[in-house]
C-alpha cells in the first residue's frame, strides 16, 4: 500500500513543530520519544506501521483549536486518533504529520434523562455509555465487537456498527448532536438533544467522515429502553449458501431480529476451541439469531424463525431456554475475533456489504477465490445487514503473503461492489480500501467528495491518505 510522500521540508522543520506543541498544551502531553511514538505507529490494521513526528494529548477543547490551527497555518498535517482500533488504517500516523490522539477526552458529562441522551467527550469507550443507563433499565445499542476499547468519537467517525445495528441502527441512527472543530481552529455545533433539524444535514456528512472533516470534540447520543426479554437460537447447517439462505427468508418474512449473525465452519471450530460455547463442530455454517421485545412476542417469533430454519434444511435448531444459555450461545461468536487469531500469525479482516439475497452466491465465490489464492478464510458477520467480514488469514513473516492477502481482500471487495453491495459495511474506507473508491464511485461522484473535503479542510492536512485515492 502506497502512502502520500513525506515533505522533507516539514521533517526538517520538527523541532520547531514541537516546540509550538509544547507551548500549547503541558510537557507531558507531547511527545516525541521513540519508545513513546511506537506505541501509536499503526491501529487496529497492523499490517501498516509508520512513526509520527509527534504524539499530543489534549485536555481541552481550547488546546484541539490551538494545535489545529498551529498546524492549518504551518502546513502540518493532523492523523485525529481515537482508541487506535480502527480495522482500515484509519488512524494510520504520516511521517510528515502530528497525531492527535482524544483519549484524554475520556468523560461523560451528562446523562439526561428527560431527553433520554447522553453526552460524552469523544474519548469515552463505547461501552460505558450503556454502562452510565442500564441500571435505569435501558442501553445505547450500536455495539462493535471492539465495544470495551473503541471510543465513541470514532465510532462517529466510522459510522460503527455491531451485532445490534440490524434492528437498532448504526451510530448514525442513534447520534443527535456533535460538537467538533475544525482544521481552521473553529469550533462548531451540529444537531442537539432532539431528532433533525433544519438545513443542510451536516451531521449526516460528519457521521463516516473518517477524521477528514473536523476533529470530535463532544457527542450526543440517544439510549433506549432494554428489550423485556431476548431469545436466541443456534441453527446449523451443512452449506454456508443453506445458512445465507435461512437469513434471507427470515427477513423474507417480515422478522427483524436483534441479532441475525453467520460463522463458518473456521470460524466455528476457533470459537470453539477458545470459547467453549457448545457449537456443533460437525456443520459447514450457524446462523445465531436472537428475537428481543415483550416476552410473549419474543416466544411466538423464535418459533417462527425454528420453522423457516426446517424449511431451509437446517441440521439442528436449539432455542436458548435460560438467560444464561442465550449468553453462551453469544460467548462464541463475541470471542470469534481473537480466536481466528490463534489460527495463523496475522489475518487481514475485510468488511463489504452487499444485498442479503447475494449471500449465497458471494459465500461460494469466496470459498473458490480462497483456494485459487491458497489462503484460508474465516468467515464471521452480521448476515442479517448482509455486512461481510472475512478474516484473512496469512503469515506476514512469508514474503509476498500480505500482498497474495491485500489482492484476495480487494478481489472480494470488487465483488461485493459487482452484486451491488458497498466497499465498507462498518469498518470505513481508512488507507485500506483507498484505492478501491474507484470501483464504487465514478470521476463525478469522487470530484464531488473531493470538494466536500476542500470545503472543510482547504490545504488537505486533515488525515491524509485515507479515502482518496493517491
Ligand atoms: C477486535 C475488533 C473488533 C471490531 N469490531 C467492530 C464491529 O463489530 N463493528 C465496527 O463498526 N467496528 C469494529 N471494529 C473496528 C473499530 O473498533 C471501529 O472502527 C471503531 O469505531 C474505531 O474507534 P476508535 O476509537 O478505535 O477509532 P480510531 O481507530 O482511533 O480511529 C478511527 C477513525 O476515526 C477517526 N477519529 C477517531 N477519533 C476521532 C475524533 N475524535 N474526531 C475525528 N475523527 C476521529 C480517526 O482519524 C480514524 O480515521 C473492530 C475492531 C477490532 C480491533
Known sequence: MKMPQPAAEVIARRAEIIAAMQKILPRDSVLTEDDELRVYECDGLSAYRQIPLTVVLPETVEQVSAVLRFCHENGVKVVPRGAGTSLSGGALPVADGVVLSMGKFNRILEVDWENRCIVAQPGVPNLWLTGAVEGRGFFYAPDPSSQIACSIGGNVAENAGGVHCLKYGLTGNNLLGLEMV???????????????????????????????LGVITEVTVRFLTKPETARAALISFQTVEQAGDCVARIIAAGIIPGCLEIMDRLAIKASEAFAQAGYPLDVEALVIVELDGPQVEADDLIERVGAIAEETGAVSVRISESELERMKFWAGRKAAFPAVGRLAPDYYCMD??????????????????SEKYGLPVANVFHAGDGNLHPLILYDANQPG??????ALGAEILTLCVEVGGVLTGEHGVGSEKRDLMPTMFNEVDMALQARVKQAFDPKALLNPGKVFPI
Open 401 to 406: 503473503e500480505l500482498e497474495k492477502a491485500e
Open 352 to 369: 463489504g456489504t452487499i444485498p442479503r439475497r447475494e449471500l449465497a452466491h458471494v459465500l461460494g465465490a469466496m470459498r473458490d477465490m
Open 182 to 212: 475544525l482544521m481552521t481552529g473553529e469550533t462548531i455545533r451540529l444537531g442537539g438533544r432532539h431528532m433533525d433539524e433544519g438545513g443542510y444535514d451536516l451531521l449526516g456528512l460528519m457521521t463516516g467522515s473518517e477524521g477528514l
